[in-house]
T-cell receptor, first 112, second 115 residues
Framework: GEDVEQSLFLSVREGDSSVINCTYT??????LYWYKQEPGAGLQLLTY?????DMKQDQRLTVLLNKKDKHLSLRIADTQTGDSAIYFC????????????FGAGTRLAVHP | EPEVTQTPSHQVTQMGQEVILRCVPI?????FYWYRQILGQKVEFLVS????????KSEIFDDQFSVERPDGSNFTLKIRSTKLEDSAMYFC?????????????FGPGTRLTVL
């Protein structure tokens, strides 16, 4: 079945790297996404990766995909207090009419 | 920058009442979605809508739910007779394509509380 799992909470010190992990169960994922939600705001697309790729880098963000283990991670380098938010992992499936299947979100807390 | 808007931001209603949640998608987008998130749980897909028709709906989207695009700008979700378990944050999203990759732009959500 379709399932996406994430750990619920991560606390890091400002300036350190953050790594948020996600696992999914469906082999027919086409794209995997990371969304960010700040308080009072909607979900904002941060980055995405095509399921045939292993890695994607976008400035401070690095996405790693291990398709064999169905594991996705988001690394944020030099984490800042402005990165404090909830991060959602999501996938779309082949033949899935583009509905997004989300995890429960990881709350990232950045402290000085 | 264009954005998806939703009203109201918070709706409180009595069990059994009808509610209509409103969304204004980005103006040139053609594909529309509703998702919901019960507190502490995952964001769940409810329904997708294109060309005045439902494209796909989840098991949650039963006969109590309906969607409509009443004019060229609004996209609404109606819950006919609300239940306690309908209490959740409801997110509207829109996109301009339905390819394998499509960026869905989300509104800030409407928090629905059913008493």
């Amino acid at each position: 079945g379709e399932d996406v799992e994430q750990s619920l909470f991560l606390s890091v010190r400002e300036g350190d790297s953050s790594v948020i992990n996600c696992t999914y169960t469906d082999s027919s994922s086409t794209y995997l996404y990371w969304y960010k939600q700040e308080p009072g705001a909607g979900l904002q697309l941060l980055t995405y990766i095509f399921s045939n790729m292993d890695m994607k880098q976008d400035q401070r963000l690095t996405v790693l995909l291990n398709k064999k283990d169905k594991h996705l991670s988001l690394r944020i380098a030099d984490t800042q207090t402005g990165d404090s938010a909830i991060y959602f992992c999501a996938e779309t499936l082949s033949g899935g009419y583009n509905k997004l299947i989300f995890g429960a979100g990881t709350r990232l807390a950045v402290h000085p | 920058e264009p954005e998806v808007t939703q009203t109201p931001s918070h709706q409180v209603t009595q069990m059994g009442q009808e509610v209509i949640l409103r969304c204004v998608p980005i103006s040139n987008h053609l594909y529309f979605y509703w998702y919901r998130q019960i507190l502490g749980q995952k964001v769940e897909f409810l329904v997708s809508f294109y060309n005045n028709e439902i494209s796909e709906k989840s098991e949650i989207f039963d006969d109590q739910f309906s969607v409509e695009r009443p004019d060229g700008s609004n996209f609404t979700l109606k819950i006919r007779s609300t239940k306690l378990e309908d209490s959740a944050m409801y997110f509207c999203a829109s996109s301009d394509s339905d390819g394998d990759y499509n960026e869905q732009f989300f509104g800030p959500g409407t928090r629905l509380t059913v008493l």
